[in-house]
């Protein structure tokens, strides 16, 4: 079994994907668009929009599309470990820009560094680094 993400836009998709892979380094797998599909009953200046989108990050995957009137998701976040606090530093830095910071990138008790924002496209993430295991007391 696998459980992965699939996110819809409003039209900024390939965009989103395109600076997901670049920067997270992953590799866009799947780029669909709804011309390709056969029968497409869409708007035509929604031909060039995503059909469906997959991109590979190590071992997860994220996988999305351009659906009409799409509004982001809001008490859900896709959730991004980090190796290091440098590369954590960056990323959110990165996606920050033109979104919204829920919580600054920081240290906190349960992680080296962590931090919650939304990003100028929708997409909510939660960044982490270092996260410190607790013991869990006896019943």
Same mark, same amino acid.
């Given at each position: 079994?696998?459980?992965?993400?699939?996110?819809?836009?409003?039209?900024?998709?390939?965009?989103?994907?395109?600076?997901?892979?670049?920067?997270?380094?992953?590799?866009?797998?799947?780029?669909?668009?709804? #011309?390709?599909?056969?029968? =497409?009953? !869409? /708007?035509?200046?929604?031909?060039?929009?995503?059909?469906?989108?997959? *991109?590979?990050? %190590?071992? #997860?995957?994220?996988?999305? =599309?351009? !659906? /009409?009137?799409?509004?982001?998701?809001?008490?859900?976040?896709?959730? *991004?470990?980090? %190796?290091? #606090?440098?590369?954590?530093?960056?990323?959110?830095?990165?996606?920050?820009?033109?979104?919204?910071?829920?919580?600054?990138?920081?240290?906190?008790?349960?992680?080296?560094?962590?931090?919650?924002?939304?990003?100028?496209?929708?997409?909510?993430?939660?960044?982490?680094?270092?996260?410190?295991?607790?013991?869990?007391?006896?019943?």
């Amino acid at each position: 079994m696998r459980l992965d993400i699939y996110l819809n836009y409003p039209g900024t998709c390939e965009e989103a994907f395109n600076l997901y892979e670049k920067e997270l380094k992953g590799r866009i797998t799947v780029l669909r668009k709804h #011309a390709d599909a056969p029968n =497409a009953n !869409i /708007p035509a200046d929604w031909n060039e929009k995503v059909l469906h989108a997959q *991109l590979e990050l %190590d071992n #997860a995957t994220l996988m999305g =599309a351009d !659906i /009409p009137n799409a509004q982001p998701v809001r008490s859900a976040y896709v959730s *991004l470990t980090i %190796d290091s #606090a440098d590369e954590a530093e960056r990323l959110f830095g990165l996606l920050q820009q033109g979104g919204e910071v829920f919580m600054k990138m920081e240290k906190t008790f349960f992680a080296e560094r962590f931090g919650m924002l939304r990003d100028r496209f929708g997409t909510s993430w939660m960044l982490l680094h270092g996260v410190r295991e607790t013991a869990h007391p006896e019943a």
